[in-house]
């Protein structure tokens, strides 16, 4: 299993008759298999974006998207709908669109399996495996409409886990829910995380953020800040990420704290950069 997330110079442009909007603008990306990570960014940052086109749910319009040795960029549709049942899972917001209502829990992490073609005796398996999983085991039988709401999104990562695919996507999977059921979530993420899945969760959650080991800040439609973090819950050490291109975006407090704006003047020193502004705090000189 390898699920490597690699992204180069992504672009996705969305048009219609009288406007062209660029959601992602060049955006640079690495997830090591077996990582779990956090994408956060404010809303129009491009972050929904670049997760619809990891899912294989959108074609980038330039650049490059490779997931798990699969080139995203120009499949055709019999081979994202193959990539979607083999490869990746993914888990959505709202609970109610990860689940079929009238189904029992057992039917839903079933849909895939027969989607892919499963025999009985694998379906058997998955199905015990993935329930123990996320520790809706005692459940099978349970109605999903009658799960609570964090029953139901774990039951939306054992469907979204039933094809063993290499990465999982979560887009904001603890927004509706409550401190105790988005603890319940992320430890099931976790233990996710620790069979060897890559786990990419898209987040507004300050406490998911913050206890994952490392942080993508998405701004402007591309990457522009990591917080790593050597143990989960720890303080991060913030990092800006430099492009292929060289560009560097700074956080924008550090570009409020000093007064940026227009040019900076450069200084490079024998191991550093140093980022100041053109005619420090008291502007130019008369």
């Known amino acids: 299993m390898n699920g490597r997330i690699v992204c180069r110079s992504l672009v996705k442009v969305f048009k219609t008759e009288d406007v062209e909007v ?16 956090a994408v956060v960014g404010a809303s129009g940052s491009g972050k929904s974006t670049l997760q619809s086109i990891l899912a294989g749910l959108e074609s980038p319009t330039a650049g490059t998207a490779e997931v798990a040795g699969w080139d995203l960029t120009s499949l055709s549709e ?21 689940v079929v209502p009238y189904l029992t829990v057992a039917e839903n992490v079933a849909v ?5 073609g499963a025999r009985l005796r694998e379906r058997r398996v998955r199905l015990a495996d993935t329930l ?46 409550d401190t105790e059921s988005s603890g319940r979530l992320f430890a099931a993420l976790q233990t996710v995380s620790a ?30 800040a990591e917080t790593i973090r050597r143990t989960a819950g720890a303080v991060g050490e913030d990092f800006a990420v430099l492009d292929a291109a060289g560009r560097l975006q700074l956080p924008p407090e550090y570009v409020q704290a000093l007064g940026l704006g227009g040019r900076v003047r450069l200084v490079l020193d ?6 100041r502004p053109e005619y420090g705090r008291r502007g130019p000189a008369t």
Not at 22 to 37: I, N, R, T, Y
């Open 22 to 37: 660029v959601a992602l603008q060049g955006l640079d990306l690495l997830v090591e298999p077996g990582e779990l990570v």
């Open 78 to 98: 019999r081979r994202r709908r193959e990539f979607r049942l083999t490869t990746v899972g993914l888990v959505w917001q709202q609970t109610a669109a990860n």
């Open 112 to 116: 895939p399996l027969l989607l892919r």
């Open 132 to 177: 123990e999983l996320v520790g809706l085991q005692e459940l099978p039988d349970e109605r999903s409409e009658t799960l609570s709401s964090g029953d139901r999104q774990l039951l939306a990562v054992a469907v979204a886990m039933a094809n063993s695919p290499a990465v999982l996507l979560a887009d904001e999977p603890t927004a509706e829910l």
């Open 195 to 224: 069979a060897g899945v890559t786990v990419v969760v898209t987040t507004h959650d300050p406490l998911v953020s913050a206890s994952v080991e490392r942080t993508i800040t998405i701004r402007d439609g591309r990457t522009s």
């Open 270 to 275: 024998e191991d550093r950069i140093e980022v």
